[in-house]
Structures are given as C-alpha cells and as structure tokens.
C-alpha cells in the first residue's frame, strides 16, 4: 500500500498547487480543483472496497488532472493539434469504463456480457450527469471557467451560438462512448474472460 499512498499524496499536491493556482486566476477552475481532491480522497479511502488498482486509481486522477489544466486555458486554446475538450472526455470515459467493469467484474455475478453493458450504461451515466451540471450551472450560475459554469470552456464554439452548445454537448457524449468502449478493450484484451 506504500505505493498507492505516494500517489495519493502525488494525487493531492498536485491538485493543491492547481487550488492555489486557481485562487489567484480570478476563482477559475477553483470548484473543480476541491470536486477532484473531494474524488481522490474518496476513492482512497475506500481503495479496497473499489477494487481499485493504482492504473485505475493513477487514470482517474489524470482525467480529473486533463479537466483542471483547463485553468491555463486549455479548452479555447488547445495546446495539442486537437480539440483538447474531446480528449478530457475521451480520458473520462476510458478510466470511468476500466473502473466501473473492474468493480463489477468483482462484484456482480453475472455473464460478462452485462457486465459489459453496465460498465458502459454507467460510464455514460456519469458522462451525463456532468452535462446535466453544466446546464444546471448555466441556469443558477451563468457563463464563466469550469465546473457549473458555461461558455467559458469552449461550450459554444463550434457555431458560436447555442446551436454550438447542442452540438457540444452531443460531441461530448460521443467521446465518452469512445473512450468507455476503449477502456472495455483494454479490459478484455488483459484479462481474456473465458465466458463472454
């Protein structure tokens, strides 16, 4: 467990520099910074319970990681030759798959066919849900930098206006799917199930 506890405490100073960072960024990414450390310390304590492995445990943190690092602005400029959005969601969806079928596999007996199917049904539920909260977010809060917030994280540029945000959103469940239906290959090609 010595290893899982370094990258624990990697997993929080990282996101505590991120914390800082934010605070004096005009409060941007500020929420999202205390959502993830919230999750890290979460799916640390109850490590065993998820049956978590430090890959799967090390691949949601870089997944919360690639969303935070949208406080230098990554979202509206993307730093790779693609849409930087689309990989935060792709990586969500991948590492959201691999946890979820790594948990069922243990504690659900059933055909892994349905564990197949209830690994992706609740990748996307989460992805879903992350979209309900920036549409919430819009309502109450407005438009602005990460979480609850909308426009600020490239939203509705697509067509710059809200047909963009369709568009969007759409988009981004898309590339959840991509990403649930990469992490189940990767499951299936390391463990090989026997009974499909």
Do not use: C
């Amino acid at each position: 467990m010595k290893k899982e506890k370094l990258l624990f405490i990697s997993f929080l100073v990282i996101f505590t520099a991120l914390f800082i960072f934010s605070f004096f960024s005009r409060y941007k990414y500020l929420i999202d910074s205390l959502v993830a450390t919230s999750i890290i310390i979460f799916l640390f304590s109850f490590y065993k319970e998820l049956n978590l492995t430090k890959t799967i445990f090390s691949l949601i943190f870089v997944s919360l990681l690639l969303h935070n690092l949208g406080v230098f602005g990554f979202y509206n400029q993307s730093p790779l030759p693609f849409s930087y959005d689309r990989l935060t969601h792709f990586v969500g969806g991948l590492s959201l798959a691999l946890f979820f079928i790594n948990f069922f596999n243990k504690n659900l007996k059933t055909k892994f066919f349905f564990l197949v199917l209830f690994a992706v049904a609740a990748s996307l539920g989460v992805g879903s849900i992350i979209e309900i909260s920036e549409y919430i977010g819009f309502l109450f809060v407005g438009e602005g930098e990460g979480f609850f917030y909308f426009g600020g994280t490239g939203d509705i540029t697509l067509k710059g206006n809200l047909d963009g945000a369709w568009v969007n959103s759409s988009t981004d469940m898309i590339y959840n799917l991509l990403g649930s239906l990469a992490g189940l290959s990767i499951f299936l090609f390391y463990e090989k199930p026997k009974q499909f």
